[in-house]
């Protein structure tokens, strides 16, 4: 059995949509320079043939992990989300305790993680650390230059 892939709605759309267009643009354009390469002849020596296999390829492995990360998925209901515990979907305003320094993130599962966007995975080690509790706990991080405490302000859908 495959593992349960948690995601919003808003993620499950987004990889629906990367999906649709693997499928419907970029099959047809890889196609297309397989097509155009084998008008060029003798294929054993065809770097752009063999490009185009190799990204052929590539395409269809990363069509065959988004379909099943759809088949997999669990979507987490805004409606049912607690704001009194940390859980999937939650967004979370913490306080590290030794800078002071107060950041926002949301909880998501690992498919549509992106630090960059504040959507920390429920499987990462800050992700870990704080589903579960409540608001004024500590969550304790582990980090490379040791362990980093952070208290939770604010639970919020």
Do not use: H, W
């Not at 970029?26 to 043939?49: T, W």
């Not at 409540?134 to 405490?149: C, E, F, H, S």
């Amino acid at each position: 059995m495959e593992k349960q892939v948690f995601m919003t709605q808003e993620g499950y759309n987004k990889i629906e949509e990367e999906l649709e267009e693997l499928k419907s643009v970029k099959r047809k354009e890889i196609s297309d320079r397989i097509k155009q390469a084998l008008e060029f002849g003798d294929i054993s020596e065809n770097s752009e043939y063999d490009q185009a296999k190799s990204d052929q390829a590539q395409l269809e492995e990363r069509i065959i992990k988004l379909e099943g990360m759809l088949r997999d998925s669990a979507i987490i209901e805004e409606e049912s989300l607690s704001t009194t515990e940390v859980s999937i979907g939650s967004t979370v305003k913490l306080k590290a305790e030794n800078t002071g320094e107060t950041m926002e993130i949301m909880i998501v599962g690992s498919a549509e993680a992106d630090p960059f966007e504040n959507k920390i995975s429920n499987e990462s080690p800050m992700g870990n650390a704080i589903l579960g509790l409540k608001r004024n706990q500590v969550a304790i991080v582990p980090a490379p230059g040791g362990d980093i405490k952070y208290k939770i302000l604010k639970i919020s859908k």
